[in-house]
């Protein structure tokens, strides 16, 4: 009985310990970024839009990799831009769009994009 409390212990440790490296959760809100938005932004997006890029205009627009550490104000302010521009079908780039077909989010991914930025952004400002 002791050996299965023990592993017990330890299973939830680990559990904790891994809950608290995830990098997809936001310091500040606590809001999570789930695993389909993240892969969209990562095939469609993270390109231009992170601290690696090359593309000085995208990266000083939004950073993606920093979704996690934004202060409130600016998170809720990015993700209703996200929102915008994809709904106005402005993002990705026309070029990007035309070079890379097969990165272009479908119109079921875009709508994911839409809602979850959305919704989290009305959530964030108390709408
Ligand atoms: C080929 C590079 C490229 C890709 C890929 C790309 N973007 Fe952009 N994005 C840009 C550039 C460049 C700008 C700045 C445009 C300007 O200022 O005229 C921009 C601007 C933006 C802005 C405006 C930010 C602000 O604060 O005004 C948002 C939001 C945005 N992009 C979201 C996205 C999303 C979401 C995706 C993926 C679905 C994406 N972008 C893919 C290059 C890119």
Redesign the pocket.
Known sequence: MSKFISLLFVLTTATVLLTSFKTNINQNTGIEIPQNIDA??AK??T???SVDSK?Y??K???K?DELGSMKTSKLV??LS??A???EKG????K??RANYPE?V?TDEE?KM?IDWARSTASQLAGE
């Open positions: 969209i932004f469609s997006c390109g231009c839009h593309n205009k995208a000083m627009k939004l993606l302010s990015k831009k996200i915008k521009e994809i402005d993002m990705p780039t070029k990007f990165k989010p875009n994009l």
